[in-house]
Nanobody
């Protein structure tokens, strides 16, 4: 079993930046994919970005060119650098790890507002 703890959310103005962090513990040796999802009120949870153990990344179209996912295998952590934030990026952001099954963090709120 994998435990995930996110941090780094908050309130930011449009055009600003935030960096989310996710620390993994537990059965980390079995993780082969980590990623970030988000869920806004009234919407379904949607994929934002993901990264494999080897470092291959993929992004949702709505964040390409603005967000960057990275992974530090030595620290068992994954990060999401979010630049040029828009009000529509407001959501709870969840870290996930795939290791046979899927593990989820508790989520961190990101609010983009002036």
């Amino acid at each position: 079993q994998v435990q995930l703890v996110e941090s780094g959310g908050g309130l930011v103005q449009p055009g600003g930046s935030l960096r989310l962090s996710c620390a993994a513990s537990g059965s980390i040796f079995s993780i082969y994919l980590m990623g970030w999802y988000r869920q806004a009120p009234g919407n379904e949870r949607e994929l934002v970005a993901r990264v494999t153990r080897g470092g291959s990344t993929s992004y949702a179209d709505f964040v390409k060119g603005r967000f960057t996912i990275s992974r530090d295998n030595a620290k068992n952590a994954v990060y999401l650098q979010m630049n040029s934030l828009k009000p529509e990026d407001t959501a709870v952001y969840y870290c996930t790890a795939i290791s046979g099954g899927a593990s989820w963090g508790q989520g961190t709120q990101v609010t983009v507002s002036s």
